[in-house]
């Protein structure tokens, strides 16, 4: 492998690693929306939420991006692979964060709630508040685990033809006929990422526990 | 759009064929990497140092590794080691292989959790090693890691999508193919959605049946 071969899978650890930042942008609040729908039992979305989540979460990322690179144009709408990418990516991301984000509300202490109602907090101010600075503490573990997933399951969109780390791997593996120093070097790639994604958890979660020995002293 | 659902129809030979190699693969490797990974458990938790070690650093590096590169690994580095195999055997032993590491992992989970006191008695009543793992260990652990399996055996019917990559007749191959033949891309990989989606419907419904019956034994 020459300095280029690197060069080019660390190109595509470039590719892997925007795509998945702009799928879990889009989909980490989309989630919270469908989790949101699903908590105040809104009348007929709250069924359709459930059958998408059902859905999406059985679906093989692979046969989504193909469903939705090669059906869309059928129906007038023809994405370029990167949004089509973004958009397959996002659709899965956003399902499985609903779960995260639900079972996270669920898990939410209902007197708190009330007592913001007992003090007349108009509804927007209950929720930005009250409920979701803990609603985000208690979801932050599932919500970086998800991504981890989620960076792990990029490889899917090179069925489209987008280069990323596995896809370029595997052409410097068919230029110099040696395929196992290219896909060790995107192994450790790959490692690199989740765990500095690790440890971006980690460290709000200790700068969060700060926040609240804080407040608690100021108490 | 019906024409093209009742085109599908007219391939059902093939459509089921790729149903079926998807449900042959998944149990398959769903049995055999969770034989594998009960005996990897232990390996995980040995009191022997460089096992310990070596268990553990198998582990990690397949939860690094997106499935995509470990196929890529498999189906091209294998040769070069001088083994060679077919596609339907490189597939599946990746599967195997990938996600034997996921179930000793959450084999390991269910065993922190287990109350010492009922290794000790076991061990009291003379069970020792294997007998000690099959007969007191082994049956509250999977009964306990019963839902986290379930998941991780739709994760395995996900994974297997990736497979088309390397040409195995599964039903996301099967349904490209009559894609590419028909051009009815929307019809070919809905049908493929909802297949999965039933299969995994399946699962969901056979791991809570055996917790019923599981529940029900206790009792």
């Known amino acids: 492998m020459t300095a280029f071969d690197y060069w080019s899978i660390t190109r595509g650890a470039l590719s892997t690693i925007s795509l998945s930042l702009a799928s879990i942008v889009l989909g980490v609040p989309l989630g919270l929306a469908l989790a949101l729908i699903r908590w105040a039992r809104v009348p007929v979305l709250d ?21 939705i690179f090669f059906a869309l144009p059928q129906f ?8 089509a990418a973004i958009v397959a990516l ?14 996270a509300l669920i898990e939410f202490p209902r007197d708190q709630y009330d007592a913001a109602l007992s003090f007349a907090m108009p509804r927007l101010t209950r929720m930005r508040r009250i409920v979701l600075p803990q609603v985000w503490r208690a979801s932050l573990p ?17 069925v489209i033809g987008i280069v990323e780390i596995t896809r370029a791997a595997l052409r410097v593996g068919s230029n110099t006929y040696e395929p196992l120093p290219p896909f060790v070097f995107a192994l450790v790639l790959y490692g690199v990422i989740v765990y500095v994604l690790l440890r971006v958890q980690r460290s709000i979660e200790s700068r969060m526990r700060h926040g609240e020995a804080r407040q608690g002293e100021a108490a | 759009m019906i024409h093209d659902f ?25 049995l055999a990497s969770l034989v594998l990974g009960a005996l990897l458990t232990p390996m995980l938790m040995s009191k022997r140092k ?33 083994i060679s195999l077919s596609n339907w055997w490189a597939g599946a032993i990746a599967l195997i292989l990938y996600n034997t590491a996921y179930m000793a992992e959450l084999l390991r989970g269910a065993w922190h959790e287990l109350p010492v006191t009922l290794i000790e008695s076991g061990k009291a009543y003379g069970f020792s090693g294997f007998t000690l793992l099959r007969r007191i260990i082994l049956p509250p652990i999977f009964l306990r890691a019963m839902p986290m399996i379930g998941n991780q055996i739709i994760q395995i019917v996900k994974d297997s999508a990736f497979l088309t990559v390397i040409a195995v007749n599964e039903l996301t191959h099967e349904m490209t193919g009559i894609q590419s033949t028909y051009f009815i891309p929307f019809a070919a990989f809905v049908t493929a959605v909802l297949l999965y989606w039933c299969v995994c419907l399946a699962i969901e419904a056979g791991t809570g049946a055996l917790n019923k019956l599981a529940e029900e034994r206790r009792a």
């Open chain 1, 90 to 103: 996002t659709i899965s991301t956003s399902a499985f964060n609903c779960e995260v984000w639900r079972s």
């Open chain 1, 142 to 158: 599932g919500l970086v685990n998800e991504m981890t997933l989620q960076i792990k399951s990029t490889p899917a969109v090179a």
């Open chain 2, 6 to 30: 009742a085109t599908i129809w007219a391939q059902r030979a093939d459509v089921l064929s790729g149903l079926l190699n998807t449900v042959i693969l998944l149990v398959s490797s769903a």
């Open chain 2, 50 to 82: 460089p096992i310990a070690r070596a268990a553990t650093a198998y582990v990690d590096a397949m939860r690094c590794a997106p499935f995509l590169l470990f196929v890529y690994l498999i189906y091209f580095g294998l040769p070069t080691l001088g």
């Open chain 1, 76 to 83: 007038g709408l023809s994405l370029d692979p990167v949004p």
């Open chain 1, 47 to 67: 069924r359709a939420v459930y059958s998408y989540v059902s859905i999406v979460r059985s679906c093989p990322t692979v046969t989504l991006t193909l469903l």
